[in-house]
């Protein structure tokens, strides 16, 4: 499994669901040093993944907290490409300034076109 296009759809809460945060994290680790291409469309609460403050975010079980930073600062050295959700980011009042690097700020139909596209996706 080298070079192939995988999608990952990032839907979880990072304050209820850090684990399957985390999973996806992980494993949009492992497919990228695997020197596939890697697109990660980030929804719902999933955004706040990539927040500058999320380790302060009292939310998120302390446990946690230092393994979702790890692998998403791990994960951003790989260079995926990274699409926050527009109507997530909007209804989670994130300004684009709030993220730890510039993203791409993307649509339903640029979903659709990374699905269309993909030779993998994953949802978590």
Known sequence: MEDEKILIVQLSDPENEPEKCIASLILARTLAIMENDIRIFSMAK???LYTKNIAENSLID???K???VENVTDLLKNSPSVYICSKSKELLGLD???FIRPFQIAGMSTLHSLKQTAD???FF
Do not use: A, D, V
Request: aromatic share 14%; hydrophobic share 35%.
């Open 96 to 98: 684009e300034s709030m």
């Open 66 to 68: 230092n393994l979702i």
């Open 62 to 64: 302390k446990r946690f």
């Open 120 to 122: 993998q996706t994953y």
């Open 46 to 48: 999933s955004p706040l």
